[in-house]
């Protein structure tokens, strides 16, 4: 069975960081496309940032330039760095696995984010 276990979330000062990450298993990490969605309270799930198999990235307008999105194949992670955390960023971050042929979709439990002072 495939696992997908995000962790890193927490609670944080508006303008403070906070990196996500996304550990694999029982999958063959390194053809599939990975995402990272959030989704707040009353809101729909919004996919926030991307990365292909080729390390190819893609983010929505809201995160561009304080979130990066990286993998470590080596260790079937894929990590969400989130610098100047706002608290319109608060939501449940959800990874997300895509195989890059099938289509094929994976989900983690969820982690808590909140920005809040």
């Known amino acids: 069975q495939v696992h997908l276990v995000e962790s890193g979330g927490g609670l944080v000062q508006p303008g403070g960081s906070l990196r996500l990450s996304c550990t694999a298993s029982r999958i063959f990490f390194t053809i599939y496309g990975m995402r990272w969605y959030r989704q707040a309270l009353g809101q729909e799930r919004e996919l926030v940032a991307e990365i292909s198999t080729v390390r190819w990235t893609n983010y929505v307008d809201s995160v561009t330039g304080r979130f990066t999105i990286s993998r470590d194949n080596a260790k079937n992670t894929v990590y969400l760095q989130m610098n100047s955390l706002k608290p319109e960023d608060t939501a449940v971050y959800y990874c997300?696995?895509?195989?890059?042929?099938?289509?094929?979709?994976?989900w983690g439990q969820g982690t808590q984010v909140t920005v809040s002072s």
């Open positions: 997300n696995a895509q195989h890059e042929t099938s289509g094929l979709k994976y």
